[in-house]
């Protein structure tokens, strides 16, 4: 193995460079993962077009994506449980392990999370990364390393779902089917959730989402969402509402096609901080509303669910990149074409 390797920097918006660095020492905690698969991801891409999110800014050159997958070359000397040439999903982010929330149970609250392509900490558009062995999953044969990849998005989807106690017998309505909303689809299909409703305004997503296990798709470009809804729920609408679409319309939607006791579960990050709601609508059903923020123990669920081909994550994949393109992953993924869904980062051009 050399002894440097090649990595994608993003130095300012709408620019990337590759540079030669160092191959990471694992420490003794550590293993030495060679990234075989990385997904783009809407942040990589929010990064890629403005330089921020929130609070959080490019302010040094970042090495951009989280969502990836690869095999262990080099193992620390406190860890037992992983070998060379175990193939693994890498959960991006790190948590202190002390504080209150990682102790409950909750780590993705932790403040002093690390969590990859989210500054100042760099991810995973390189060869190698070293990262802490208790947060990487060994994919067993049956499972390939784009799916492992994809682990991360269908994470956000298992939360999402348990979060709004998903379960045998409910109804739900996914609106948005974009790769976190087709994940939340399929997340609620492996919680036993029959009766799923997708909303989109993309006849290629609705399609793809009807495939991956939702029961009746809405165009909300040619159908009123609410009006649809509570016709297919005979006016009692849904038990669980996800808004993955993280738009101002389908967030004001959910007080009126929850049903009365069921829950909202916001998923998506809408562009503005404040959202008109109709509070009292949702008071007057008793509905429970949710927020998530990442995941917390997921990935040993999501790769048992895969193992034994319960969901379907690689149809979701539309395109392929090598690490040499980099920087035409993240121009087309900044395109939004309808028929974009998720776009894969190899390690082979």
């Known amino acids: 193995m050399a002894d440097t390797m090649k990595a994608a920097y993003l130095t300012e918006a709408g620019k990337v460079e590759y540079r030669e660095i160092p191959v990471p020492r694992p420490t003794a905690d550590q293993a030495l993962v060679e990234v075989m698969s990385c997904g783009v991801c809407g942040s990589d891409v929010h990064y890629y077009e403005h330089g921020r999110i929130g609070s959080f800014v490019v302010d040094e050159p970042l090495i951009l994506g989280h969502e990836c997958a690869g095999v262990v070359v080099e193992a620390g000397k406190n860890v037992t449980d992983l070998k060379p040439g175990d193939r693994v999903a890498v959960e991006p ?35 190698y990364i070293a990262h802490p062995s208790d947060f990487l999953f060994k994919l067993p044969a049956e499972v390939s390393l784009e799916e492992g990849a994809m682990i991360e998005p269908f994470s956000v989807g298992l ?96 007080p009126a096609i929850v049903a009365r006791g069921g829950c909202v579960v916001l998923v998506g990050l809408p562009p503005a901080n404040e959202v008109p709601y109709d509070v009292v609508a949702l008071a007057q059903k008793e509905a429970d509303i949710f927020t998530i923020f990442r995941y917390a123990n997921v990935y040993a669920k999501a790769v048992a669910l895969l193992a034994e081909r319960r969901v379907d994550l690689k149809s979701m994949i539309t395109s392929r990149y090598g690490l040499g393109k980099v920087p035409e992953a993240l121009a087309f993924a900044a395109k939004r074409t309808p028929d974009t869904i998720k776009i894969m980062v190899n390690a082979e051009d």
Not at 102 to 114: D, I, Q, T, W
Request: some cysteine; charged content about 15%.
């Open 93 to 127: 982010g790190v948590p202190c392990r002390r504080c209150e929330h990682c102790k409950s149970g909750r780590y993705n609250l932790c403040l002093a999370v690390e969590f990859l392509a989210t500054p100042p900490f760099h991810g995973a558009f390189t060869e």
């Open 159 to 254: 939360h999402a779902a348990a979060r709004g106690g998903a379960g045998i017998g409910q109804t739900a309505v996914v609106l948005g089917t974009g790769p976190i909303g087709l994940c939340t689809v399929q997340a609620l299909k492996a919680y036993g959730v029959s009766n799923i409703i997708a909303t989109d305004m993309a006849p290629v997503r609705l399609r793809l989402a009807e495939k991956l296990g939702a029961s009746t798709t809405i165009n909300a470009s040619e159908t009123d969402t609410v009006d649809a809804v509570m016709h297919l729920t005979c006016g009692r609408g849904a038990d669980i509402v996800c808004e993955t679409a993280g738009a101002v319309p389908t967030v004001r939607q959910t």
